[in-house]
């Protein structure tokens, strides 16, 4: 029998949730043969391995290497080196998920060969074009065959750029379906224990570039984390591009309640969040687990392209200066909880409608 043969691709770290459930559905299904190329674009044993145990990712057939770099470095390497892939392997569809540099080399790679692309998170955007994601973001939906989102303001986005409705396709969240999937074990890590955590505490993710890049504006935010951990323990995993900023930028000292550790893998970092008080982030996905999970969040950005989370969900958009930030972490935990909506179609069964809309169009 003639399969249909898939290249599934995941680089960095916010890819491999979002991979794992595609993978596990694809191996289920007799008239697929799915294989994995993992770019290498992440590659510490805590920012990529770590992962794929937790998670069950089958090791990837194909490890492209390409480590850190420039965006042109990086997404040229990527590129140079899929070509020969996808030109050897001759595969049905390629599969890209998210908005990271990964992404776009990939998509851009297969389409040159005439290779169809399947992009998971479609549509979703920020109409900030300083952002590297959202240019990673806007390219590959134009040249997607298959675009899968994750809300619906994503379907209009989409709309408004003229790409043809069929091939769109409303979906739901992959990323939220790992997280439904690995829940119940998450509650058995022992994360809290090896914390000494005992009571309300807030979590810290940061990474964005408009973040930590610039001294001045890292200093500020430091100086607001500072604050809030006068009343609160704040547990703050330091992503690597994070801590090599804030080594260089002569960093500032911390109060005793920040606490800067590794990041975390996936299990401990879910239970972490499940327990907070409050969770600050720059991130994508931590706006959408934090909906999920009910806790309130705040994005340190200018802007969100996961509307859904504000309007239903239990996320906040509230920029990245010092008072504002104490503020708005001030009001969350003196005031009343927020209760949030779960979005539509986060239930966990995104991957299967994913690989069903694959299969009955190839
Ligand atoms: C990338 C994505 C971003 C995503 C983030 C999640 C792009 C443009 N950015 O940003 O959208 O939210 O991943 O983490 O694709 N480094 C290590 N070890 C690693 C990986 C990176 O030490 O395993 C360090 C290197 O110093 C590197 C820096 O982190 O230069 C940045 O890594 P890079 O992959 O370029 O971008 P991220 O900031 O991780």
Not at 129 to 144: F, G, K
Not at 194 to 218: F, I, K, M, W
Not at 254 to 272: N, Q, T
Not at 285 to 297: K, V
Request: hydrophobic share 40%.
């Amino acid at each position: 029998m003639n399969t249909i043969r898939i290249i599934s691709v995941a680089g960095a770290r916010p890819n491999f949730m979002k991979i794992a459930p595609l993978m596990r559905v694809m191996r289920e299904r007799p008239s697929l043969t799915p294989m994995l190329v993992h770019t290498g674009q992440h590659y510490d044993e805590i920012m990529s391995k770590l992962f794929f145990d937790e998670l069950d990712i089958p090791t990837p057939d194909l490890n492209l290497e390409v480590g850190s770099g420039s965006h042109a470095a990086q997404t040229g390497a990527i590129m140079e080196r899929f070509e020969p892939v996808l030109i050897r392997e001759r595969p049905n569809l390629v599969i890209v998920v998210g908005d990271v540099n990964s992404t776009i080399a990939c998509a851009l790679t297969a389409v040159k060969l005439g290779i169809p692309v399947a992009h998971v998170e479609a549509g979703l955007r920020s109409f900030d074009r300083s952002m590297p994601e959202e240019i990673n973001r806007v390219l590959t939906d134009a040249i997607a065959e298959l675009l899968f989102t994750t809300e619906l303001s994503a379907n209009d986005n989409l709309m408004s750029e003229g790409i043809p409705k069929e091939r769109v396709h409303f979906v739901g969240n992959v990323m939220i379906d790992t997280l439904l999937s690995h829940r119940e074990r998450a509650e058995c890590s022992d994360i809290h224990q090896r914390l000494g955590l005992t009571g309300p505490y807030a979590l810290v993710t940061l990474h964005r570039p408009s973040n930590v890049d610039c001294t001045e504006t890292l200093g500020g935010i430091i100086d607001a984390l500072n604050e809030i951990a006068e009343r609160l323990p704040v547990i703050f995993p330091c992503h690597p591009r994070t801590r090599n900023r804030m080594e260089q930028g002569g960093s500032r000292t911390l109060a005793p309640g920040l606490r800067l550790c590794e990041p975390f893998g996936y299990l401990d970092f879910l239970k972490l969040m499940a327990g907070a008080k409050l969770v600050l982030t720059d991130s994508g996905g931590i706006q959408e687990e934090t909906t999920i999970l009910g806790i309130p969040c705040l994005t340190l950005r200018a802007n969100t392209e996961r509307p859904v989370t504000v309007t239903e969900g239990t996320n906040q958009v509230i920029g990245n200066e010092r008072q504002g930030i104490v503020k708005y972490a001030f009001d969350v935990l003196d005031g009343p909880s927020i209760q949030g909506r779960i979005p539509e179609r986060w239930d966990g069964k995104a991957a299967e409608r994913i690989v069903d809309i694959i299969e009955h169009t190839l």
